[in-house]
């Protein structure tokens, strides 16, 4: 069956300009025109709309997708790593639901402010943490970094996201330890964790130099959401860390 371009749109709420636009780059081009010039789709053109849709879902910029899905072969083994990448969001997604859960119970129950290790970590249940960093290099141009942070976290599974958080945790715990303290940002200790937080991003994601990682530290307190997340761990953490990635000027 064929579908003119406004019953497409009127189907998949797709707009019909975006329609047109995945037409002028290739994206998704119409199999078919009528006698007088107008857009007809089939449904091959249909399912792979469907996957273009997908790929956004899961991030990956207009210029990369279609690469993408050539690439991928059959179109059941494409809809095979969309479930996959699907499932793994919803453990994601599920696990941050029972983190906040559990501190709206802590909320209900008054237990204070201050938080536990245990709640540290369960705080950080399901966060997948590289989509910050991949932001920073797609605002800052380092297409290199960009790259190599995708290259490197596609091959992680469970047990490395586990041992990253785990290792995150630990740097995230020493640092409120000594601002709880009253530490300045400069403290010795302070700064021999920030030194430990610019190699985890080095060794998990991209080479992040000094410089790298100041520009990533203004982002946590010039960007609410990085604010607004660190801010969990303990009230006043995004500006502390930014402070002292600040004053670091890297280890030998």
Same mark, same amino acid.
């Given at each position: 069956m064929a579908f003119t371009v406004g019953e497409l749109a009127r189907l998949t709420g797709v707009t019909v300009r975006a329609l047109h636009h #995945?037409?002028?780059?290739? !994206?998704?081009?119409?199999s078919q025109r009528t006698a007088a010039g107008y857009r007809l789709y089939s449904d091959a053109d249909v399912l792979r709309l469907h996957q273009v849709l997908l790929f956004r879902e899961l991030g990956l910029p207009l210029e990369e997708i279609a690469a993408a899905i050539d690439e991928a072969g059959s179109q059941e083994e494409l809809l095979r790593r969309h479930r996959e990448v699907l499932v793994t969001r919803r453990?994601? !997604?599920d696990a941050m639901l029972a983190a906040l859960d559990a501190r709206l119970a802590a909320f209900r129950n008054e237990k204070g402010t201050q938080m536990r290790p245990e709640e540290v970590k369960s705080l950080f249940e399901g966060f997948d943490h590289s989509q910050y960093e991949e932001e920073a290099q797609q605002r800052w141009g380092h297409t290199d970094a960009y790259k190599e942070s995708a290259r490197r976290t596609k091959q #992680?599974?469970?047990?490395?996201?586990?041992? #990253?958080?785990q290792e995150a945790q630990a740097v995230?715990?020493?640092i409120v330890e000594r601002m709880r303290a009253g530490a300045p940002p400069t403290d010795e200790a302070v700064q021999a964790a920030v030194e430990e937080h610019r190699l985890l991003i080095d060794r998990w994601f991209y080479p992040c130099s000094v410089e790298?990682?100041?520009q990533l530290g203004a982002l946590y307190v010039n960007d609410p959401r990085f604010t607004a997340n660190l801010d969990k761990i303990a009230p006043g953490y995004?500006?502390? !860390?930014?402070?002292?990635i600040s004053a670091s000027r890297g280890r030998p």
């Open positions: #995945y037409d002028e780059i290739g !994206l998704v081009p119409p453990v994601r !997604l #992680y599974g469970k047990a490395d996201w586990d041992r #990253y958080k995230a715990e020493r790298m990682h100041q995004a500006r502390f !860390l930014s402070e002292a």
